[in-house]
């Protein structure tokens, strides 16, 4: 294997403190210019306009190899290294379980002012792609292939004793078309795992709720009833998160989705658990719906989702619905933008 300046410090969990909003507010290093070298074997294409991030993310190509790559960049200065958390669970990932669903680590570097690593170059996050869409929404039968999808990358990082924390439609993103196939257009990564947090101990116990809960800092929409409680996050908030994200790509919107604070946002949360409420978010959607919901609010903390069943009330839905799961409804206009790219091409939405 090349080498690709790993140590034996970047696989040992690193000890963070709690997240603060001013300390990380995001903040771009000096502008690089295409061709600017990082490191030696990558040079700068172009800057990444990410949906949301906390890392200054460039398009990179290998001076050797000619591949391409997404390159984060973090300052040293900075108060959080989430990427330093974010390199050892890719590592983790990469040693335990080469799941499609995660990015593959090219090379981490150091730099004077800055620390890097070079993963896996995506195409457009489900948020752009579900806004592009008319109606802003997937049909059913994409919708509810691509929720699966996004469950088994959340599975996957929990097996290997990890939560996200932050599940939103801008942590998912497509695989690039390269003109050759559809599979990786057909691929759904999960990005961004700075805010993640290693819920098991090395013995595989599970480590006690903190009594100073991490502070939630994700999309208001995409919020956990928990998060408003500053409780401790479980598998369970990655799940209800994810189940908001489902809703939405399905349906379009989120019935709170107009609501600006974080009370009023948890208040109807909790109405839309029955009745009136209820069919509101989840009218028009497979009863299926219902019975996931249901399976997730029953969780507690130190419950394992029964995954398996909510993939079998998924494939449930896609069948009942009567439409082909493929082609996603991405795929033809991905496939026209690459054969007849705008003459101010887009920035790529994630990473």
Known sequence: MEDRNITDADREC????????????????????????????????????????????????????????????ERK?????????ELFVLLTVEKKNKCKQFCKLFEKGNEKDYN???????????????KNQPGGKLSVACGLSVAQQCLKGLE????????????????????RFSGDNNSEMRNIYILDFGFAHQYKNKDGTLKPPSPNPWKYVGSLRHMPRAAFSRVEFSRMEDLEMWFYLSVELVKGCLPWAHLKKPKE???????????????????????????IMQMIDKLSFTDTPNYKEIYGLLTNAILFSGKNEFPYDWEESEMNEFKNPPKTSPEPATK
């Open 14 to 73: 690193p000890q963070l403190p709690e997240f603060d909003e001013k300390a990380n507010v995001p903040r771009d290093l000096k502008a690089m210019k295409p061709g600017e070298e990082i490191g030696k074997n990558w040079k700068v294409v172009k800057a990444i306009q990410s949906d949301k991030g906390f890392n200054t993310i460039y398009v990179g190509e290998h001076i050797q190899k000619k591949k391409l790559a997404a390159i984060k960049i």
């Open 77 to 85: 200065t900075e108060t959080i290294k989430m990427l330093q958390f």
């Open 116 to 130: 890097w690593i070079a993963i896996t170059l995506c195409g457009k996050s489900l948020r752009t792609l579900r």
């Open 156 to 175: 996957e990082l929990h097996l290997l004793g990890f939560i996200h924390r932050n599940v939103a439609p801008s942590v998912f993103a497509i695989g």
């Open 265 to 291: 946002v948890h208040d109807y949360q909790k109405m839309c658990r029955n009745g009136l409420q209820m069919r509101e978010m989840l009218g028009g959607l497979p009863p299926e719906f219902v019975d």
